[in-house]
């Protein structure tokens, strides 16, 4: 299983951008897809996963109720719409895929993008 991440930038506070990941491989069909974020000289944290077969969604507090998270399996690929973005949303946000385990647990996800930089400016 491989993902590919894209969609980071730089936007101004307030803003909006939608980031994708784009799963590929024989037997893509993960229990979970997640996308986490790290800030520099911070641990990386949740923000948000959806269950690939049943399409429930789960998100942190500190995003909830702006950020939202989708997935067209179809196209094996998932999408985080980040709406009312700000300066402390800047992070490397990367997409997971992970086969069993608890969809907040980063250490829990077998399977990693490589990360795409959003950059939000006051």
């Known amino acids: 299983v491989q993902l590919q991440a894209s969609g980071g930038g730089l936007v101004q506070a307030g803003g909006s951008l939608r980031l994708s990941c784009a799963g590929s491989?024989?037997?893509?069909?993960?229990?979970?897809m997640g996308w986490f974020r790290q800030a520099p000289g911070k641990e990386r944290e949740f923000v948000a996963a959806?269950?690939?077969?049943?399409?429930?969604?789960y998100y942190s507090g500190s995003v909830k109720g702006r950020f939202t998270i989708s997935r067209d399996n179809a196209k094996n690929t998932a999408y985080l719409q980040m709406n009312s973005l700000k300066p402390e949303d800047t992070a490397v946000y990367y997409c997971?895929?992970?086969?069993?385990?608890?969809?907040?647990?980063?250490?829990?996800?077998?399977?990693w993008g490589q990360g795409t930089l959003v950059t939000v400016s006051s």
């Open positions: 997971a895929a992970q086969n069993s385990g608890r969809y907040y647990s980063g250490d829990e996800y077998q399977y």
């Open positions: 491989g024989r037997t893509f069909g993960p229990v979970y």
């Open positions: 959806i269950g690939w077969s049943s399409g429930s969604t």
